[in-house]
Structure formats: structure tokens, C-alpha cells
């Protein structure tokens, strides 16, 4: 059984438009949950970090915490083209560790 | 400064040659880590140093030897690599002061090429 799920897509959004990205998670203890960007060909960079349940804004990007459903999200309002990545979904699922596991990441396209 | 580099960007050896991998990172963080990703795929986790001591081996094999001479560098050294090993080796690292809420930000990554 796979730790954190996302959906690979690819996700293709009109430029403007919400992208919607969703990641589930099985460990109930998992504390921490990050989504990092990546450039094809790059090193992921950190978007958001969430650790309680609700919504989290920072400028266009909001992530959402579910613990009860272990579900997190990432909204990217007026979407644009330079948002065209892989988004990786990260949960620290060790308790006492700071170990990070990675979705597989889901591929957005924003069309100009 | 949030920032972790890496040394060499593109790395091509074969698979008798020895090698190694250089981050560093100035930002007295006491946690660093080694990701290994394959193309299309997610990082994988393949050590973990906390405070300079070895903390996570994911069962690595032996022909990848992690070092950590101080708090701001981290080394992977490379021997008898086969072609399959070719990947992206990212590092990351975090302020290391224990439990799960720490942020981990990554290096530039090498590009590694096995023949």
C-alpha cells in the first residue's frame, strides 16, 4: 500500500483558472505535510507547509489539512503558465524523525 | 539564505571509476540528507545525518558511502556504480532540532550519468 497517493495526471488548467491538486496520505500519525514544486530538470522547492487541519494561505497558493480524511490539498488561484510543473505531495509519517515521504507528484499544465 | 549547494552539477563516470558527490549548506542546519530520483519519479530517501552522526540508512548498498566531515558538509562517495544508479542525487537539509514540523530545502541536485 502506497504511503501518499496523488493523482499523476497530467492536470491541464486554462491559464487564470484554479488548479486543484489533492494528495491522501495512510499513516493517521503523520504530523507534517509540505508540497514542493519541480521544474523539469530541477530540485523541488518548497511551496507550503501545513500541520493543522484547515486552510493555509500564501499569496496564490492554498493548502488544505484533513486529518480525519488524511487528505491535504493545494489550490493555485489565477493560475499561470510559469506554474507549469510536477507538484510533489511530502509527509513526514515517522513520528520523531524527520523523514519525508514523496507522492509521485502530479504533472500541471497551464495553458496560456 | 535558504540556500544548499551541490558540487559536481553533471557528473559522467564509468563503472569502475570512484567518485564523490559534495553539498554544503551554511545555514547551521544539523540535519542533512541524500535523495536519490529517477526520472518521472519522486525522491527517495537514501541517508539521513542528524548532528553529523548516520541516523537513516534505507538500506543503501555499500557501493554508496555517505560522510559528513562537519555541520555544513555532506559527502557521497561513489565506487563501482552500475548504469542503473543514473539519477538525479539530491541533497536537503533541515535545522535537525528533532520532531516533524521541519522544513527540508533541497540542493540543485547532481545529475549522475553511469556508462
Known amino acids: 500500500q502506497k504511503e501518499v497517493e496523488q493523482n499523476s495526471g497530467p492536470l491541464s488548467v486554462p491559464e487564470g483558472a484554479i488548479a486543484s491538486l489533492n494528495c491522501t496520505y495512510s499513516?493517521?500519525?503523520?504530523?507534517?505535510f509540505f508540497w514542493y514544486r519541480q521544474y523539469s530538470g530541477k530540485s523541488p522547492e518548497l511551496i507550503m507547509s501545513?500541520?493543522?487541519?484547515g486552510d493555509k494561505e500564501d499569496g496564490r497558493f492554498t493548502a488544505q489539512l484533513n486529518k480525519a480524511s488524511q487528505y491535504v490539498s493545494l489550490l493555485i488561484r489565477d493560475s499561470q503558465p510559469s506554474d507549469s510543473a510536477t507538484y510533489l505531495c511530502?509527509?513526514?509519517?515517522?513520528?520523531?524523525?524527520?523523514?519525508?515521504?514523496f507522492g509521485t507528484g502530479t504533472r500541471l499544465t497551464v495553458i496560456p | 539564505d535558504t540556500e544548499v549547494t551541490q558540487t559536481p552539477k553533471h557528473l559522467v563516470m564509468g563503472m569502475t571509476n570512484k567518485k564523490s558527490l559534495k553539498c554544503e549548506q551554511h545555514?547551521?542546519?544539523?540535519?542533512m540528507y541524500w535523495y536519490k530520483q529517477k526520472a518521472k519519479k519522486p525522491p527517495e530517501l537514501m541517508f539521513v545525518?542528524?548532528?553529523?552522526?548516520?541516523?537513516i540508512n534505507e538500506s543503501v548498498p555499500s557501493r554508496f558511502s555517505p560522510e559528513c566531515p562537519n555541520s555544513s558538509l555532506l559527502n557521497l562517495h561513489l565506487h563501482a556504480l552500475q548504469p542503473e544508479d543514473s539519477a538525479l542525487y539530491l541533497c536537503?537539509?533541515?535545522?535537525?532540532?528533532?520532531?516533524?514540523?521541519?522544513?527540508?530545502?533541497f540542493g540543485p541536485g547532481t545529475r549522475l550519468l553511469v556508462l
Open positions: 499513516d493517521r500519525v503523520s504530523q507534517s
Open positions: 511530502a509527509v513526514n509519517i515517522r513520528t520523531g524523525a524527520n523523514n519525508l515521504f
Open positions: 536537503a537539509s533541515s535545522q535537525g532540532r528533532g520532531g516533524t514540523q521541519e522544513t527540508q530545502y
Open positions: 545525518y542528524s548532528y553529523e552522526k548516520l541516523s
Open positions: 545555514m547551521g542546519h544539523r540535519a
Open positions: 501545513i500541520y493543522s487541519n
